[in-house]
């Protein structure tokens, strides 16, 4: 806070909250003084917070009021004699800082601040490093246990319902995001969402799913098809995309830049031809959140350090023939990296 020119902060993200504190709850406000700690939420979470903190051994005074204008009104007893507070820049809207202005914190000057907790949350401990592998762990049974499917007949959307099915019956939270499931043409779209759409002998499927495990997330992506591929094209774009990848991974160490990463991946892709048919960044962080920093791209000047926690994820897509996109989630270490995604990577079923 000192090096952001404030000498508290308020923290309104709340998944910045339950970093600092353990508090899982949809509602609350969280000050950071510089010999306290208090955070404000409403009745329904009166008795979690309590426990949650405790259970996270965190010191902090818990201030339960039925209304936003009464948690304001602790943060602004609270925060008496505070000249410099800051905001959370990324997080606070328009109207909630005209608001801290006026009346809620009228006595002091208001910083903006970016980063602060985030940049906290880059480098995992072991205890965040376990839950994600625990998370990747479970996809990895989960997609074994599904993918016999593929050659059933099922439709996309029947695959992310069993995967997510699984996910939660092997113990997981719940599913990182929005499972995709992308068959033939389908899969030319990164991000497409299952349909009802059949999976037919001979096209490329791209699965992207993950895990979440005591608030840590896992991602993974596997390319299959069924049977022999109906075009020659598809076992091309599958080595390429498996070559760009396992050099992407081999490049991952502390002291590399995120773009040193994806030029490494991105120059298998564009060798073979398809440059342009890779239409998104490499990778990106992995924790609390799905996507956090540092990131993998070519904008990237994000350097890679021991206890980060990325995914490396390039592909080919291509309109006429479907897509192809091979994810693992890693952490970096001084030489290299760890893979926590586990599941086999051959492409036929």
Not at 41 to 58: F, I, N, S
Not at 332 to 337: A, E, H, L, Q, R
Request: glycine fraction near 10%; include cysteine; charged fraction near 25%.
């Amino acid at each position: 806070m000192a090096e952001a020119n404030c000498e508290a902060l308020l923290v309104t993200r709340l998944v910045n909250a339950r970093y600092l504190t353990g508090f899982t709850g949809s509602a609350g406000l969280l000050l950071v003084l510089p010999d306290a700690v208090v955070l404000t939420t409403d009745g329904r979470y009166r008795d979690q917070a309590a426990e949650q903190l405790a259970e996270a051994r965190v010191e902090a005074r818990v201030e339960v009021r039925a209304t936003v204008a009464g948690q304001h009104e602790v943060l602004a007893a609270a925060a008496g004699g505070i000249t410099r507070l800051g905001l959370e820049a990324e997080s606070v809207t328009w109207a909630q800082q005209r608001r801290f202005a006026s009346d809620v914190f009228a006595g002091a000057d208001l910083v903006p601040t970016e980063g602060l907790v985030e940049d906290l949350r880059r480098v995992k401990d072991a205890g965040e490093i376990d839950r994600i592998a625990e998370a990747a762990r479970i996809a990895d049974e989960a997609l074994a246990a599904v993918r016999p499917l593929l050659g059933q007949g099922v439709t996309e959307r029947e695959v992310a319902l069993g995967l997510d099915y699984e996910m939660r019956r092997l113990g997981a939270d719940g599913s990182s995001f929005e499972t995709i499931v992308a068959a033939g043409p389908n899969g030319a779209k990164p991000h497409a969402r299952p349909t009802d759409r059949r999976i037919a002998p001979g096209e490329l499927v791209v699965i992207d799913f993950g895990a979440i495990v005591d608030g840590y997330c896992s991602d993974m992506t596997r390319t299959f098809c069924v049977g022999e591929p109906s075009e020659d094209i598809a076992l091309r774009m599958a080595a390429v995309v498996k070559e760009s990848q396992r050099e992407g991974v081999a490049s991952v160490k502390a002291g590399v830049r995120g773009r040193e990463v994806d030029e490494t991946c991105r120059t298998v892709i564009a060798d073979a031809g398809w440059g342009d048919a890779f239409i998104h960044g490499t990778g990106h962080g992995v924790g609390l959140e799905i996507h956090e920093a540092p990131r993998v791209a070519s904008t990237s000047d994000d350097v890679l350090a021991a206890g980060h926690v990325v995914t490396v994820e390039p592909g080919v897509y291509l309109a006429e023939h479907g897509g192809v996109r091979i994810e693992d989630t890693v952490v970096v270490t001084d030489n290299g990296c760890r893979i926590l995604t586990n599941a086999p990577k051959e492409l036929l079923v």
